[in-house]
């Protein structure tokens, strides 16, 4: 059975305690995100959060709901690890409304505190609207194409909406993939023959992100000839 290192312990009540004597009001996490991100494709649905603190590492971080409950509770163990200076959580990822239903909407507060005492609060606001899914108007789906040729990805425009394209062959080893984030006005990107390699099985996404975050995928498939 593992046993908690005593004087870690200690230095973490020592540190939370100074900070709440301080009185001084949180500091605001310095990035901190929570949007839902579907796959239109495969029609699953995951909620992701992330952020960092500052500087120095977290010795404690919790998020609590609309609703009351702590979905998420962190604490380091042993400071001189020096605590945890960014985190990222995703949820599972089933079909339909199921994770909709365990995040429901309304703010999230997320809370930390740093391996020197900080106190960090910040608020996030979630939202179940999704945008609307591009269309991917070339190339078709499941399409032989040939190698060593340039390629031009083109998309229906999404009003309302920015853009991220992911680029994967996934036929090398280890698997090959680019992501870039594009203009509301582009609806186009050039692959460059370089990368359109004999052989390959490569994979298409296209993101459509909200203005309240939320992100829909949409993804294809295609070859290139031997």
């Given at each position: 059975m593992?046993?908690?290192?005593?004087l870690a312990l200690l230095l973490s009540?020592?540190?939370?305690?100074?900070?709440?004597?301080?009185?001084?009001?949180?500091?605001?996490?310095?990035?901190?995100?929570?949007?839902?991100?579907?796959?239109?494709?495969?029609?699953?649905?995951?909620?992701?959060?992330s952020g960092t603190a500052g500087d120095d590492g977290l010795q404690l971080l919790t998020i609590r709901s609309p609703d009351g409950r702590t979905i998420a509770r962190l604490r380091a163990p042993?400071?001189?690890?020096?605590?945890?200076?960014e985190f990222h959580f995703e949820s599972p990822e089933p079909p339909g409304g199921t994770v909709l239903a365990a995040y429901p909407e309304g703010k999230y507060v997320l809370r930390g505190v740093s391996t020197?005492?900080?106190?960090?609060?910040?608020?996030l606001t979630l939202s179940h609207q999704l945008p609307a899914a591009a269309t991917i108007l070339y190339p078709p789906a499941d399409a032989e194409l040939p190698a060593r040729q340039a390629l031009t990805i083109q998309w229906s425009s999404v009003?309302?909406?920015?853009?991220?394209?992911?680029?994967?062959?996934?036929?090398?080893d280890p698997e090959q993939a680019f992501t870039i984030n594009l203009a509301p006005n582009v609806t186009s990107w050039r692959i460059p023959a370089t990368l359109m390699v004999r052989g390959g099985e490569f994979q298409i996404g296209i993101h459509t992100i909200a203005e309240?975050?939320?992100?829909v995928v949409v993804e294809q498939t295609f070859t290139t000839e031997e």
């Open positions: 593992n046993q908690k290192n005593p009540m020592v540190t939370i305690s100074a900070a709440a004597v301080a009185g001084e009001p949180p500091t605001p996490f310095e990035e901190a995100t929570m949007f839902v991100e579907q796959n239109a494709t495969d029609g699953d649905t995951e909620v992701v959060i042993d400071l001189t690890t020096l605590g945890m200076r020197e005492g900080e106190e960090f609060r910040s608020v009003p309302g909406t920015g853009y991220v394209l992911e680029f994967e062959n996934e036929s090398a309240n975050g939320n992100i």
